[in-house]
T-cell receptor, first 115, second 112 residues
Framework: EAGVTQFPSHSVIEKGQTVTLRCDPISGHDNLYWYRRVMGKEIKFLLHFVKESKQDESGMPNNRFLAERTGGTYSTLKVQPAELEDSGVYFC?????????????FGNGTRLTVT | KQEVTQIPAALSVPEGENLVLNCSFTDSAIYNLQWFRQDPGKGLTSLLLIQSSQREQTSGRLNASLDKSSGRSTLYIAASQPGDSATYLCAVGASGTYKYIFGTGTRLKVLA
């Protein structure tokens, strides 16, 4: 089975520009998460989709971040406009229906650098 | 607020040693705990998932234990190998939500 795929693997943009990250979860996984790690810090939760619905977006830093999950399949995370502190590695993860018993499967992440 | 701490932050051992990585959490209201491995430039790979009602899980040379009441988990690696070198992270699933709270990880280096 194909794993969680994230694109691009790296992105370097200037402050004020827009970037869109994409995640393709494992086929059939209803749960999709976005996490990020900023320099030197632990991995932190951003938001959680169940199918196409946002279940929890309490970790989104501010309204410059917008996540969507079209038709309950792939997801995008847009940062507009990007700020220096948005630099970090953005991870996507997916799991099967039973969240409490299903392991998380992570993608390789997108390393975002805002200059 | 749930906080997860991992000790030590880094560990270097000779090949063949048995070792223990520690994870502690401040709030015992969790539904599970997962141990992950991360290789440089890669994503996280789930190693073991322990339900809150379980005491331990085993997979090959790995054994993870959970003591929810004391807020602790350990990951035991038997007969370590150079291929075990990676960063190991624990994450707790916070009750009432479906999000995981991660520790900062333990960087393990196994010397040949």
């Amino acid at each position: 089975e194909a794993g969680v795929t994230q694109f691009p693997s790296h992105s370097v943009i200037e402050k004020g520009q827009t970037v869109t990250l994409r995640c393709d979860p494992i086929s059939g996984h209803d749960n999709l998460y976005w996490y990020r790690r900023v320099m030197g810090k632990e991995i932190k939760f951003l938001l959680h989709f169940v199918k196409e619905s946002k279940q929890d977006e309490s970790g989104m830093p501010n309204n410059r971040f917008l996540a969507e999950r079209t038709g309950g399949t792939y997801s995008t995370l847009k940062v507009q406009p990007a700020e220096l502190e948005d630099s970090g590695v953005y991870f996507c993860a997916s799991s099967q229906s039973r969240v409490t018993t299903s392991p998380l499967h992570f993608g390789n992440g997108t390393r975002l650098t805002v200059t | 607020k749930q906080e997860v701490t991992q000790i030590p932050a880094a560990l270097s051992v000779p090949e063949g040693e048995n070792l223990v990585l520690n994870c502690s959490f401040t709030d015992s209201a969790i539904y599970n705990l997962q141990w992950f491995r991360q290789d440089p430039g890669k994503g996280l790979t789930s190693l073991l998932l322990i339900q809150s009602s379980q005491r331990e899980q085993t997979s090959g040379r790995l054994n993870a234990s959970l003591d929810k009441s004391s807020g602790r988990s350990t990951l035991y690696i038997a007969a370590s190998q150079p291929g075990d070198s990676a960063t190991y992270l624990c994450a707790v699933g916070a009750s009432g939500t479906y999000k995981y709270i991660f520790g900062t990880g333990t960087r393990l280096k196994v010397l040949a």
